[in-house]
């Protein structure tokens, strides 16, 4: 069965640090990946797609970027954080453009 | 653009009752919709899915959803509430690409 997995549960970052969050997928081959962010209160807007390796397909304008170094890894950096940074980031996995599977998140406080 | 509505932040049920979590949808072309739930500080897990065929569509924890097209609407029910179905509910469209737009999310309240 597949699972998904990321890291770190949580995470406490100055204003102005770097970032790097990881998903890795496990008991499939060349899923389309995902990055969503929830923020305060509910909404959940996707930031980044991933059809394979290194092609990477941009949501919204920020200052954050992911990358797809290996088929069922995904990684979401940023070189400095911002406030408007924190907030729960998801990773989720589909087969082509079925289901897409959730990983468990990433809280991340930026102080 | 494909999106989703969900006008109740809340929805308040007592155990044992029969629940129901509201939903419209507006898109071109057929609707490929889809529930999710989300307990506190976890990921999303997925519930069901409407892609074609039969308008009722069982999921998962007894969940179903009916597709209702000239309304629109993907309402989430249950027959009979437990206190543990307690959680953010997301109803969600794919849009013309792999992108999934989400709803804003109710939360369901099953009171013992």
């Known amino acids: 069965s597949q699972t998904i997995h990321q890291w770190p549960a949580t995470l406490v970052q100055p204003v102005g640090s770097p970032l790097s969050l990881e998903c890795t997928v496990e008991g499939t081959s060349n899923p389309n990946l995902y990055w969503y962010r929830q923020a305060a209160g509910r909404g959940l807007q996707l930031l980044f797609y991933?059809?394979?390796?290194?092609?990477i397909s941009s949501e919204v304008p920020q200052n954050l970027s992911a990358s797809r170094p290996q088929d069922r890894q995904f990684i979401l950096s940023s070189k400095k954080l911002l406030l408007s940074d924190s907030g729960f980031y998801l990773c989720?996995?589909?087969?082509?453009?079925?289901?897409?599977?959730f990983g468990p998140g990433t809280r991340l406080t930026v102080l | 653009a494909q999106s989703v509505a969900q006008p109740e932040d809340q929805v308040n049920v007592a155990e044992g009752n029969p629940l129901t979590v509201k939903c419209t949808y507006s898109?071109?072309?057929?609707?490929?919709l889809f529930w999710y739930v989300q307990y506190p500080n976890r990921g999303l897990q997925f519930l069901l899915k409407?892609?074609?065929?039969?308008?009722l569509v069982k999921g998962s924890y007894g969940f179903e959803a009916e597709f209702n097209k000239s309304q629109t609407s993907f309402h989430l029910k249950k027959p009979s509430a437990l206190v543990s179905d307690s959680a953010l509910y997301f109803c969600a469209v794919r849009n013309s690409g792999y992108a999934l737009n989400f709803g804003k999310g109710t939360s369901l309240l099953v009171t013992p």
């Open positions: 989720a996995w589909s087969v082509g453009s079925d289901t897409q599977y």
């Open positions: 898109v071109s072309g057929n609707p490929y």
């Open positions: 991933s059809v394979g390796i290194g092609q």
């Open positions: 409407y892609i074609t065929g039969d308008n």
